[in-house]
């Protein structure tokens, strides 16, 4: 009977009692931090059993250094274009940015240039493009559709006019045209926001009129018949983020109608509404309303009367007229948006980004809102931050510290992404004078740098791999009805007949097994590993004869073998696994039997019509990041990281920050550390502290800044009346505490006073 090879081997006991395995020398070299004081010898091959064979284990013992991931910044080449403001930044797919319009600051001119950015060559380029060229504008929207095409809308030109018109750049082409549009057409707008849904380009609020009108509309332009529909009150904003995600528009961001920079969030249910559902209906635009004055978010650009050359060699194209007159200025009283609509307002928190200081950058993937805190004037990167906002269930988390993403002497002002949802780009300069360029002004400041940035190193997945909306977080409703959703492929049919004896006319051919569901961490400790002298050049682990396995997982072999890249090295060299036809994996049997559900389903998480047996808690999603590690399957890795670090809480806190240590996953194990430390005292109560081996407990507690120290008392309210750093003589929290215990013994020496009197206290 065929063996397996002979591979290195250093076991580690996980907190579930299994074990760190890497039984292929073709799996990529991520390491495995050993944890566990137990480490295992070798073991002859003769050794092996005739029915199972166990897999062997080969963690690597260099761990990546703490920094972990840090996204890296390139220097750009050719015509760099000044650092227009309100100008459109997209990423156009094939490695490629365009830009296009904004307003320079040095010479008051606006722009129509179209302007591209190689990503493999970090090359700009200034685009030659026909057609009908729209007027020079800042503060419109430029979004990418059907992948080839750009949609520019509204705008404000050098002539203080708010635009209306949609002009669409064919990128193949390098070609403008405008459609015939009918239907309403919106109020002239700038810095709103657009976001494609359906074939429905949906436009919601901005800044119009003379005064800088903050509108609080909602309209869209279907993108079938170029109509528009008709326009429904929402929420006044302007510089906002929007998203489109569960059926639902979300808002967040920007600044109100008072000029105030918000964090509210708000939302509108598209689903169900006949309004977004079926074509927009032709009617006239009702124009009826009152002015309303309001402080101008900008100053006042100077009028040009011919083209002038600014510093970055880009003349201002004034010639095109403007293709639609300025939109009428006054407040349409629309109606309420059709839908229900939601607001919820964030008021504080240690991880909710403060609005006020910094630039912030708004962008969303895998249903959540990323918050990028960039260094300003005011803070430096020390103060910044990465903060994401999961969408589904309405709690920010703080991914990583301003110190880890972004380096010293940088401004960003641009951010972009791409429409997977995977990567992020910045866009800026750096802001030492010996890195800046000399311009005919003097230093001058261009979009000469771009930082990428990988987010699925943050465990996203991306929008075309987004997780289905949990079932817990989504409010039941009395109009929903269960549609029969399609096969996803042969393994979401087999799913049905998952862990199905072949009696039962399942069609199982294959049989895996795992540690029994009641083994006993310490028994398994102490008998699991046999010790026996070094025989070689070979490290082999094996379970000891009398340990416990569980139930047998029924399973079909095709599965395993298409979806299971070392399972299918090991078939095709028919090792112990292809006579016996079955399989011992010595880790815990939810755990396995929630890796072989993936292998499926390509889900670590049931859809509602699935067996609810089959959810995996934090605990087995642990695990199952290891495995991804070991077997090297990235798909199970994005998932898992995923549903950890959104999830992260008290209870698995402590495992999640071991498996993180076991899979190489820096960012989430010094996420979960830092989870640990800010809740110690209730962390320390759990089980899975208590369950964590010695090794293990020293590292956490190894976690605490070198400086850290334990504050109580006096000091510790004058830390919660400090305010940016400088601690208050009298703060109001040592205040109240010291009126609390005056308070307090005033009242003891009233109930003493009463005792004496015989009198009781109620």
């Not at 380029?125 to 059907?146: C, E, F, Q, S, W």
């Amino acid at each position: 009977m065929a063996q397996h090879p002979s591979t290195p081997a250093a076991a580690v006991v996980s907190l579930f009692g299994g074990h760190a395995q890497n039984p292929s020398n073709n799996l990529n070299n991520s390491s495995h931090a050993s944890f566990s004081s137990v480490t295992s010898t070798l073991t002859p091959a003769s050794a092996s059993s005739n029915n199972t064979y166990i897999m062997p284990n080969s963690p690597l013992k260099n761990r990546a250094p703490m920094d972990g991931y840090r996204p890296k910044v390139t220097r750009t080449l050719g015509q760099r274009p000044a650092c227009l403001v309100n100008a459109s930044v997209t990423y156009c797919g094939n490695n490629q940015i365009y830009a296009f319009g904004g307003f320079d600051q040095y010479t008051d001119e606006v722009y129509n240039h179209v302007l591209r950015l190689d990503l493999v060559s970090h090359q700009w380029n200034l685009v030659d493009n026909y057609g009908d060229i729209p007027g020079v504008r800042m503060g419109h929207t430029a979004t990418l559709y059907k992948g080839d095409k750009l949609l520019v809308f509204g705008g404000e030109n050098e002539h203080r006019m708010y635009l209306s018109d949609l002009i669409i750049f064919d990128l193949k082409t390098a070609h403008w045209t405008q459609p015939q549009v009918t239907g309403p057409i919106p109020k002239g707008r700038a810095r709103h926001a657009a976001v494609l849904h359906e074939d429905k380009l949906f436009i919601i609020g901005g800044i119009t009129g003379h005064d800088n009108y903050v509108l609080d509309d909602i309209c869209y332009l279907d993108l079938k018949t170029f109509t528009w529909s008709r326009s429904w009150r929402f929420v006044g904003r302007f510089d906002h983020s929007a998203y489109i995600w569960g059926d639902r528009v979300w808002v967040y961001g920007g600044l109100s109608e008072d000029m105030d920079k918000v964090s509210d969030l708000w939302w509108l249910d598209l689903k169900g509404s006949p309004a977004f559902e079926s074509p927009p209906q032709v009617g006239a635009l009702d124009r009826s309303g009152l002015a309303r004055n309001a402080a101008s978010p900008r100053p006042p650009h100077p009028t040009a009367q011919s083209p002038v050359v600014g510093t970055s060699g880009y003349a201002a194209n004034s010639r095109t007229a403007q293709v639609n007159p300025p939109s009428f200025h006054l407040k349409t009283y629309a109606p309420p948006a059709p839908g229900a609509i939601s607001a919820l307002k964030f008021v504080g928190g240690p991880n909710i980004p403060s609005q006020m200081q910094g630039i912030h950058f708004h962008i969303y993937s895998s249903g959540t809102l990323l918050d990028f805190v960039t260094p300003a004037a005011t803070i430096t990167s020390k103060d910044c931050s990465l903060s994401a906002l999961d969408l589904g269930a309405l709690r920010w988390q703080k991914l990583a510290e301003g110190r880890e993403i972004f380096k010293t002497g940088y401004r960003w002002h641009y951010c972009t992404m791409n429409e997977d949802g995977t990567k992020a780009w910045l866009l800026g300069c750096p802001t030492d004078g010996s890195a800046m360029d000399l311009g005919a002004n003097g230093l001058e400041e261009y979009l000469s740098d771009i930082m990428e940035i990988d987010l699925r190193r943050y465990g996203f997945l991306g929008n075309n791999l987004a997780l289905e909306p949990r079932t817990d977080l989504v409010r039941p409703s009395s109009r929903t009805r269960h549609v029969e959703r399609p096969s996803k492929g042969l393994g979401a049919d087999l799913a049905k007949l998952f862990n199905q004896p072949p009696e039962t006319g399942s069609g199982t051919d294959f049989v895996v097994t795992a540690l029994s569901r009641e083994y006993d961490e310490e028994e398994i400790m102490g008998s699991v590993l046999v010790h026996t002298t070094e025989s070689g050049d070979s490290d082999q682990t094996w379970l000891a004869p009398d340990v416990p396995t569980s139930p047998p997982i029924h399973v079909h072999r095709l599965i395993l073998q298409a979806r299971w890249p070392h399972f299918a090295r090991l078939w095709a060299s028919q090792m112990a696994e292809f006579h016996t036809k079955k399989m011992h994996i010595p880790e815990p049997y939810s755990v396995v039997k929630a890796f072989l559900y993936y292998l499926y389903t390509d889900r670590i998480d049931p859809s509602s019509e699935d067996d609810e047996n089959l959810t995996a808690d934090l605990s087995d999603v642990a695990g199952l990041l290891v495995m991804s590690n070991i077997y090297n399957i990235p798909h199970l890795r994005l998932l898992c990281i995923n549903r950890l670090s959104k999830e992260l809480d008290v209870d698995h806190a402590c495992i999640t920050w071991y498996c993180a240590g076991l899979a190489s996953e820096e960012w989430l194990r010094k996420r979960a550390a830092s989870f640990c430390m800010t809740h110690w005292g209730r962390i320390v109560r759990t089980v899975g502290f208590q369950r964590l081996p010695r090794t293990a407990l020293v590292e956490l507690s190894q976690e605490i800044d070198m400086e850290g120290r334990v504050v109580g008392g006096d000091e510790l309210d004058m830390m919660a009346g400090g305010i940016d750093g400088r601690f208050n003589d009298e703060s109001p929290a040592a205040s109240r505490r010291k009126e609390s215990v005056s308070s307090n013994q005033t009242q003891m020496l009233e109930s003493d006073a009463e005792d004496e009197d015989g009198m009781e206290m109620s």
